[in-house]
């Protein structure tokens, strides 16, 4: 008999599901008698004992569904030594729920965040299994995490219908895409949609490329332009300043996002037409797409099976096409980046892309 936990943490993604799915499929076909208790919103569930016993029959018809069943919710790693509002140490009722309910090991399904925690508990002696969720994919120590391919999809379909209307009214449009600190979304919906310039914060842009660019294509006779702008793009100037200049810059921050700044700045030096567009959280919403439909039941697959095998403290990655397992301790804490040297941005340079660089 098995008894596992298991809790999806931080914010959503497509395939949540699928891969809890996975999971408890592959443990069911083994044979081996399972009980699945499942944490509801995240570490919430694990830190104040709110969790629902779960059955086949809640795993039957999920692995198309968005969202997640167990609920999810943010719970910041540098809190998770701080007592709560009443006193509790969170840590301690953390592993006291898991010894409470005798369970064998906890399956985290989370990003960056989740990842520091999920290492932490491993630390503190209890067995983890983690699966690698975020539309950011900036997850260290894997390829690629679930929820990225969905979200590349609705980033680029956004692009797509812009497009059209860029077209007909000749204009600067900025989709302004997720992907937090890194580019990873941005880069490849841009890619995916056509965008002719794409700004992402691993490469800080100069307002006057963007506008030399800009200025190419007219003088190619192109009337419109389409701008991929990850909500982490940064400026030259804005990167060379000291974390502690820049927040207390963005203090008195007057736009939005990003994207608002840069369609101010080139509508005053150019006197263009310039619009916003920001899909926001319907890049994490909907149903998963086929590639992370599999690609979430391969992971969740391997979970059980190392589950089955008493193998604890991993991360369940992907790299060169291979599904492979991490270390916990190696994964938390790093951010994958992309890097401005990548083949990828090369060849995006190649054809045209500007990055504003
Ligand atoms: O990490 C996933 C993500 O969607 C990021 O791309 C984005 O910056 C952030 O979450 C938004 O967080 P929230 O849902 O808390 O507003």
Same mark, same amino acid.
């Given at each position: 008999?098995?008894?596992?936990?298991?809790?999806?943490?931080?914010?959503?993604?497509?395939?949540?599901?699928?891969?809890?799915?996975?999971?408890?499929?592959?443990?069911?076909? &083994?044979?081996?008698?399972?009980?699945?208790?499942?944490?509801?919103?995240?570490?919430?569930?694990?830190?104040?004992?709110?969790?629902?016993?779960?059955?086949?029959?809640?795993?039957?018809?999920?692995?198309?569904?968005?969202?997640?069943?167990?609920? &999810?919710?943010?719970?910041?790693?540098?809190? *998770?030594?701080?007592?709560?509002?009443?006193?509790?140490?969170?840590?301690?009722?953390?592993?006291?729920?898991?010894?409470?309910?005798?369970?064998?090991?906890?399956?985290?399904?989370?990003?960056?965040?989740?990842?520091?925690?999920?290492?932490?508990?491993?630390?503190?002696?209890?067995?983890?299994?983690?699966?690698?969720?975020?539309?950011?994919?900036?997850?260290?120590?894997?390829?690629?995490?679930?929820?990225?391919?969905? +979200?590349?999809?609705? +980033?680029?379909?956004?692009?797509?219908?812009?497009?059209?209307?860029?077209?007909?009214?000749?204009?600067?449009?900025?989709?302004?895409? *997720?992907?937090?600190?890194?580019?990873?979304?941005?880069?490849?919906?841009?890619? +995916?949609?056509?965008?002719?310039?794409?700004?992402?914060?691993?490469?800080?842009?100069?307002?006057?490329?963007?506008?030399? $660019?800009?200025?190419?294509?007219?003088?190619?006779?192109?009337?419109?332009?389409? *701008?991929?702008?990850?909500?982490?793009?940064?400026?030259?100037?804005? +990167?060379?300043? &000291?974390?502690?200049?820049?927040?207390?810059?963005?203090?008195?921050?007057?736009?939005?996002?990003? &994207?608002?700044?840069?369609?101010?700045?080139?509508?005053?030096?150019?006197?263009?037409?310039?619009?916003?567009?920001?899909?926001?959280?319907?890049?994490?919403?909907?149903?998963?797409?086929?590639?992370?439909?599999?690609?979430?039941?391969?992971?969740?697959?391997?979970?059980?099976?190392?589950?089955?095998?008493?193998?604890?403290?991993? *991360?369940?990655?992907?790299?060169?096409?291979?599904?492979?397992?991490?270390?916990?301790?190696?994964?938390?804490?790093?951010?994958?980046?992309?890097?401005?040297?990548?083949?990828?941005?090369?060849? $995006?340079?190649?054809?045209?892309?500007?990055?504003?660089?």
């Amino acid at each position: 008999m098995k008894r596992i936990g298991m809790l999806t943490s931080g914010g959503d993604c497509q395939a949540l599901n699928a891969a809890m799915r996975g999971v408890v499929k592959c443990l069911s076909c &083994s044979g081996e008698a399972v009980e699945i208790y499942g944490f509801l919103e995240g570490y919430k569930g694990l830190i104040y004992g709110d969790f629902r016993m779960l059955t086949g029959a809640d795993f039957s018809g999920i692995l198309t569904k968005g969202g997640t069943i167990l609920g &999810s919710s943010r719970t910041p790693f540098k809190l *998770m030594r701080e007592p709560d509002e009443n006193g509790l140490d969170k840590v301690e009722a953390m592993k006291q729920n898991y010894y409470k309910l005798k369970l064998d090991c906890l399956v985290i399904l989370g990003g960056n965040g989740t990842h520091k925690t999920a290492n932490l508990l491993r630390g503190e002696g209890l067995n983890v299994v983690t699966l690698p969720k975020t539309i950011d994919n900036d997850l260290w120590g894997t390829d690629m995490t679930f929820g990225f391919q969905s +979200a590349v999809d609705i +980033a680029t379909d956004c692009i797509d219908c812009i497009h059209t209307t860029a077209a007909s009214h000749g204009r600067i449009f900025i989709v302004e895409v *997720m992907g937090h600190k890194v580019g990873w979304l941005t880069l490849n919906a841009g890619m +995916a949609g056509g965008a002719d310039i794409i700004l992402i914060p691993e490469i800080p842009y100069d307002i006057n490329k963007i506008i030399e $660019a800009i200025n190419a294509r007219a003088e190619r006779g192109s009337k419109f332009t389409i *701008m991929a702008v990850a909500e982490g793009a940064i400026s030259k100037e804005d +990167a060379k300043l &000291s974390k502690k200049e820049y927040k207390e810059k963005m203090k008195n921050y007057p736009y939005p996002s990003v &994207s608002y700044e840069i369609a101010d700045k080139i509508q005053k030096k150019t006197g263009l037409d310039v619009r916003v567009t920001v899909p926001g959280h319907t890049q994490r919403g909907g149903s998963p797409c086929p590639y992370d439909r599999v690609f979430a039941t391969r992971l969740g697959a391997e979970a059980g099976k190392m589950i089955l095998n008493g193998e604890y403290g991993f *991360m369940v990655g992907y790299k060169n096409r291979e599904v492979i397992k991490v270390p916990l301790e190696e994964v938390a804490g790093k951010l994958k980046m992309v890097s401005p040297d990548a083949t990828i941005v090369q060849e $995006a340079k190649l054809t045209g892309i500007s990055f504003g660089d």
